[in-house]
């Protein structure tokens, strides 16, 4: 069969085709076409109307694409034309990947970001060392020995592709001096919640800066979100967790620079903190966001929405096969609520977040080797998240007791030791 090219306005898309071809199925065909170049004609009948190759005209149309290869069918009847265009976009929906081989094929290619396909980031961002465990996670050991405080401030250390700095947040110069001109893709932090939080554990840790005044408290996070704002791209995506009674302080100060504050996010915990309220706390708000001056970047994984519109029916699979892809879903959509379990002690770090609640919020706002920002650091989630999805992560931590923390932690993950620079 020849191929022949075609204006592409010449042809005519078929006016009852039955395939759905969302902006974001469009974007993902651009995307390929731009790197791999326009490789497969767009079938077309006797009248060039198209019967194969709709989304491809839409991405190629928007590409601002002017000729475009074509290969002419012109023997069938219309009937024939009808059911060939339900069957070809049907056909491609009749099986799926072989898991273990395509996550061995995805493991393989570094260079190129497959999520830009619509490819799910759960294929090949696996953990590379298993720190989902909850020994490793909440680091809850009969025998931990202490962590000693041998960190001065103003040291920088490299882990890996990792920069941690024993610093102020607040302070411009040091957050200058972290970055090193480098620019911020995603900012994920978790500053103090003003509420004097004290831990539960023996060690009955306590977070600096947690009991200012309410102005102070706005002015100290205007203060950090400043030094960030400095370095973060436009349409830089943010996460901030926060206490409830803090909301108007840090809206109030992201909104200050411009931020733009898109939703709340509900991290919902599998267990309550025993306190002295009428109603029990078992959840923490995170504010989800973007810098304005460009369009922000979210993960095109809407792969499970199809799962349920595939030619497989549910009336076939069997209990445990349906709470397995029920809980699939569950775990996979984006949605405002958060479910991941939280450690019952916190021998480290008073509030410290799971790192598979930190590695959702890195998957869906950023792309493997962008840099990640933390410029309240803690013990380090953030820091190991981004360990185990290949991206870079600098983070400032004021308390050096939290700083000897995440040294500890990422050498006991990855069996490097951190270097100390200057």
């Not at 294929?123 to 465990?133: G, Q």
């Not at 890996?160 to 911020?184: F, Q, S, Y």
């Not at 025993?274 to 109603?279: A, C, E, M, N």
């Amino acid at each position: 069969m020849e191929t022949e090219r075609l204006p592409l306005k010449e042809l005519i898309p078929y006016r009852n085709n039955a395939k759905k071809h969302p902006q974001y199925h469009v974007d993902q065909i651009k995307r390929s076409i731009e790197q791999f170049g326009n490789i497969d004609p767009i079938a077309i009948d006797e009248n060039n109307m198209i019967l194969e190759g709709h989304g491809r005209y839409l991405a190629l149309k928007a590409l601002g694409v002017l000729e475009v290869p074509v290969i002419r069918i012109d023997h069938l009847s219309a009937e024939e034309k009808k059911a060939y265009i339900l069957a070809h976009n049907q056909l491609t929906l009749n099986t799926g990947f072989d898991l273990p081989i395509l996550e061995e094929e995805l493991s393989e290619i570094a260079s190129l970001d497959m999520t830009d396909f619509g490819f799910s980031t759960r294929f090949w961002e696996r953990p590379i060392l298993d720190i989902h465990s909850d020994e490793a996670d909440s680091f809850r050991k009969e025998e931990e020995e202490r962590v000693e405080t041998s960190v001065d401030e103003g040291v920088i250390y490299q882990l890996g592709r990792h920069r941690l700095m024993c610093g102020d947040a607040t302070n411009p110069e040091h957050v200058a001096k972290l970055l090193d001109g480098k620019r911020i893709d995603l900012y994920l932090t978790d500053p103090p919640y003003n509420v004097s939080y004290e831990g539960k554990t023996a060690e009955a840790l306590t977070i600096q800066n947690d009991n200012l005044s309410r102005l102070a408290f706005e002015v100290f996070l205007c203060q950090a979100f400043s030094a960030v704002d400095n370095h973060l791209k436009a349409g830089g995506a943010f996460y901030i967790w926060y206490a409830d009674k803090e909301r108007l302080s840090v809206s109030k100060a992201l909104e200050s620079f411009g931020w733009d504050i898109k939703q709340t996010l509900i991290w919902v915990k599998d267990h309550f903190v025993l306190g002295r309220q009428d109603y029990q706390w078992q959840h923490e708000p995170c504010l989800y966001g973007w810098k304005g001056g460009a369009k922000h970047y979210f993960i095109s994984d809407f792969s499970l929405t199809t799962l349920f519109e595939s030619s497989q029916s549910l009336f076939q699979l069997t209990k445990g096969e349906l709470i397995s892809l029920i809980q699939d879903y569950q775990e996979e959509m984006p949605t405002t609520i958060l479910r991941e379990g939280k450690p019952f002690q916190n021998k480290e770090h008073p509030t410290m977040k799971p790192i598979p609640l930190m590695e959702r919020l890195i998957r869906n706002s950023s792309r493997q080797g962008e840099l990640v920002f933390d410029s309240f650091l803690g013990s380090g989630s953030t820091l190991l998240a981004c360990e185990n999805l290949n991206r870079r992560c600098y983070g400032m931590e004021l308390d050096p007791k939290y700083v000897s923390v995440t040294l500890k932690r990422y050498e006991e993950l990855t069996g490097q030791k951190p270097i100390r620079l200057g």
